[in-house]
């Protein structure tokens, strides 16, 4: 199965931007929707956006609409995640994950059976 390894976090000032990055080893990247979550401390961990597995639709919590765009290159096999006009409520471990059901947008983690480490973004106010 794929493995997954997130990069870009990082401290931001409120109002900045980040980017972060998933790459994929493994089995193809292109079988896999992917979907990005996050989780705060003491809180559970909440779905933030979801792509199919050829980008040509997407999906993301109300809370980051119009500031996150979720964007996926197959031939790189890497996954995106642009973040805008962050927030202090943004801060928490950012994960990316893979769900083989490749044309499903799951806000659902257990539907998602591969997990990347996670990469921590702080939002300083």
């Known amino acids: 199965q794929v493995q997954l390894v997130e990069s870009g976090g990082g401290l931001v000032q409120a109002g900045g931007s980040l980017r972060l990055s998933c790459a994929a080893s493994?089995?193809?990247?292109?079988?896999?929707?992917l979907g990005w979550f996050r989780q705060a401390p003491g809180k559970e961990r909440e779905f933030v956006c979801a792509?199919?597995?050829?980008?040509?639709?997407?999906r993301y919590t109300d809370s980051v609409k119009g500031r996150f765009t979720i964007s996926r290159d197959n031939a790189k096999d890497t996954v995106y995640l642009q973040m805008n006009s962050l927030k202090p409520e943004d801060t928490a471990v950012y994960y990316c994950?893979?769900?083989?059901?490749?044309?499903?947008?799951?806000?659902?983690?257990?539907?998602?059976?591969?997990w990347g480490q996670g990469t921590q973004v702080t939002v300083s106010s």
């Open positions: 792509i199919v597995w050829n980008g040509s639709n997407t």
């Open positions: 994950a893979a769900d083989s059901t490749y044309y499903r947008l799951s806000t659902n983690s257990d539907a998602y059976e591969v």
């Open positions: 493994g089995r193809t990247f292109s079988s896999y929707g």
